[in-house]
């Protein structure tokens, strides 16, 4: 049920977030029946534009990293295992 104006909402009623609980506030929050805080924690990157470390999996983010299609981490730890 998406929520036009502040009408909609029977005079009263209190609206809690589905996911976390908390009571929410803004007319958005309400409309859409869960906080900003957890709508934020549920976005996900598009998988057409996310590069992925083929080590660990971590989501790689500048251009060096996403060139090798590693991380910096696991290709220090790699660069360090091969030294020993």
Known sequence: MKLETWDDLEEGNT???SACGKQVQTIDEISE???HIC???KKTPSEENAFFCWAC???LGPM???AQ???QSCR???I???KK
Do not use: D
Request: hydrophobic share 40%.
């Open 39 to 41: 709508k934020n924690a």
């Open 64 to 66: 060096s990293e996403i």
């Open 76 to 78: 220090a730890s790699i």
């Open 69 to 71: 299609g590693i991380c």
């Open 57 to 59: 999996g971590r989501q």
């Open 80 to 82: 360090r295992k091969l």
């Open 33 to 35: 029946r869960i906080c």
């Open 15 to 17: 609206v809690f977030c």
